[in-house]
Structures are given as structure tokens and as C-alpha cells.
């Protein structure tokens, strides 16, 4: 299973992006997708994710400004994000948790990760 992130890029401050992240390969089902994002010199801090049920998290400084879906068809993650601000400039990863897929005979779940998409917000 791979996961592949895309969608980052420029933009001005009050902008919008939308990032994709989806997962390729044989699987099941996908428990939790999550968005975390690393600034320079910062540490890697969740974002935003969502559980099977559909119930979302959100950081505190993204609330009201992030919105993140899922399309469990396409076995991939939105992360809509709105009012951008120069703080958000980071490299966004994906993180799918508990893939559930096939190996032999058995059902295993892994955790995986994206390589990340770089968001730059430009005041």
C-alpha cells in the first residue's frame, strides 16, 4: 500500500488549497486518516483526522478553517483548507491508520504514511 499526497503549493494568505491524499494497493478497509504537518525547525503536530464513523479532530488554530473528508470508494482523504494563514506554511503528510489487507491467508493492519506536499502561504 502507498499513499500519495498531492494538491500543495503556492498561495496568498486568505487563499484556499484542496490536498488529496489516496491510497494505492490491495486492502480492505482503511480505519482513521489523518493530516499532520511539520514548519521549519518545528515538530511534525496533527492537524486534523477522521475515523470510520466520519467523527473529525481538529487542532485548535485550524478550526473553522479546515475540513477534512473521506471517500472510502477511492480509499482517499481531503483536506480542504481555507483562510490560509503565513502559520500554516508546512509539508503536509497523510497517514492512513489500521489499513486492514490481505496477507495469505490472514487479515493484518498497518499504519502508513505519505511523503508529503509542501504548502507555502505567502502574506
Known amino acids: 500500500v502507498q499513499l500519495q499526497a498531492s494538491g500543495g503549493g503556492l498561495v496568498q494568505a486568505g487563499g484556499s488549497l484542496r490536498l488529496p491524499c489516496e491510497a494505492s494497493?490491495?486492502?480492505?478497509?482503511?480505519?482513521?486518516w489523518a493530516w499532520y504537518r511539520q514548519a521549519p525547525g518545528k515538530q511534525r503536530e496533527l492537524v486534523a483526522s477522521?475515523?470510520?464513523?466520519?467523527?473529525?479532530y481538529y487542532e485548535d488554530s485550524v478550526k473553522g478553517r479546515f475540513t477534512i473528508s473521506r471517500d472510502n470508494a477511492k480509499n482517499t482523504v481531503y483536506l480542504q483548507m481555507n483562510s490560509l494563514k503565513p502559520e500554516d506554511t508546512a509539508v503536509y503528510y497523510c497517514?492512513?491508520?489500521?489499513?486492514?489487507?490481505?496477507?495469505?491467508?490472514?487479515?493484518?493492519?498497518?499504519?502508513?504514511w505519505g511523503k508529503g506536499t509542501l504548502v507555502t502561504v505567502s502574506s
Open positions: 477522521i475515523n470510520s464513523g466520519g467523527s473529525t
Open positions: 497517514n492512513a491508520v489500521k489499513v486492514r489487507l490481505p496477507l495469505g491467508d490472514k487479515v493484518r493492519e498497518y499504519d502508513y
Open positions: 494497493g490491495i486492502l480492505f478497509s482503511i480505519n482513521e
